[in-house]
């Protein structure tokens, strides 16, 4: 069972930093949404980025040997761009900041959810990289068919979606998984990388 974190609400109107999170209740109703009318990687995507806190780039830029499923670890050294928004046309660059090279202690559902993806992968290139000339062997691990991985703004037009089925007002974006992660570890009295990375995240 994926442990989540209460915090209080409020009926007060939200401020700003109100706004680039999302409550608990909204947390939950959007991931019901994705459980229930999610498309494909959907679900995957979106349980990954609300219980690690990392961004859209470094989750389309991950691979493979990015993880590992002894230790439970996901490493985060690069992020993907596409200015065209071209699966062909895309770089993976250094993440943003120095602190964002790390390391993240994933739970086990999540791993176990990635971990089939993997196999799936891997099932999938052995069937595919024979019917694609131009196959991209390069074990995204949210990849096409084609092996090309998907772009940023590919999550950003699916959340969007989800969210309209929701009652969420919120400006709901990929990147507020990253302040609802960092602000339940705060509550739980984590303190690690992600507070000082949020700082720095805040004056971009």
Known sequence: MIHSIYYSTSAQKLNPIEESYLEHPELEEFLSIVREHGLHLNLERFYTLAFTGMRSGELCALQKDDLDFERNIIHINKTLYSESN?????????????????????????????????????????????????????????????GYPFTPKNIGLRMERLVGKTTIKKNATPHMFRHTHIRMLTEAGVESWQESDMRTSKRR
């Open 86 to 146: 071209n699966m062909r046309d895309y770089e993976l660059t250094p993440p943003k900041t120095d602190g964002s090279i790390r390391e993240i202690q994933v739970e086990q559902p999540i791993m176990d959810m990635l971990r089939r993806l993997v196999r799936q992968n891997d099932k999938y290139k052995l069937q595919y990289r024979h019917l694609h000339e131009d196959y991209h062997d390069m074990d995204f691990v949210f990849c096409r068919e084609n």
